[in-house]
């Protein structure tokens, strides 16, 4: 297969991926199933970073152009962000390693903002793809990701997994007990 076929499978494969998400998002943010919503983000952000790491596996794509191609006006994302934080509200901000590499410095994240810039860089590059522009969406793709929703994505799913945690961990040590006796003696 020839590299410029192989890029053209990555582009309808980021495209399915890019898609799933944001549509995924927009339904949770929706507010249909609160009660599901961390599994489903967590599944969601999984698929994205396996996405991601495909982008990042790859060598550097370079756009044709030494320049964007306007994508037009960008879709503005407030009120998702204001629905994540509803949704999310008393559990929406974690802490983060700002590079684990390089630093201990701490940063103030949340999840909400996280998922809503996810969402705007995957939708900046659909545009791109829609146009036909594929080169252009998968280098903007690639280097968003590398960049930054990567890197997001990554402390969100670690922040959804540690409430998840917290939430089916975390009981009274009489109701613990019940349950340790419970499956010792059926």
């Not at 399915?16 to 599994?39: H, K, L, N, Q, W």
């Not at 903002?113 to 659909?126: N, P, W």
Request: aromatic share 6%.
């Amino acid at each position: 297969m020839s590299e410029i076929s192989d890029l053209g499978a990555l582009a309808v494969e980021t495209a399915r991926d890019a898609e799933t998400f944001s549509a995924g998002v927009r339904e949770i943010a929706a507010g249909a199933a609160p009660e599901t919503a961390i599994p489903l983000l967590m599944l969601l952000l999984s698929q994205l970073q396996m996405s991601g790491a495909r982008l990042g596996a790859v060598q550097d794509v370079v756009p044709t152009e030494r320049f964007e191609a306007d994508p037009g006006p960008e879709t503005d994302l407030d009120a998702l962000r204001t629905s994540l934080a509803n949704l999310f509200e008393g559990i929406d901000d974690y802490t983060d390693l700002i590079d684990p590499v390089t630093s201990v410095e701490l940063a103030r994240g949340a999840i909400s903002d996280d998922l809503t810039d996810i969402v705007q860089a995957l939708e900046h590059g659909l545009v791109h793809y829609r146009a036909g522009r594929t080169i252009e969406a998968l280098w903007w793709w690639q280097f968003s990701y590398l960049s930054e929703w990567g890197v997001r994505a990554a402390a969100s799913l670690r922040a959804l997994l540690t409430i998840l945690r917290h939430l089916r961990l975390d009981v009274d040590d009489e109701a613990a007990a019940e349950a340790e006796f419970d499956a010792l003696h059926p």
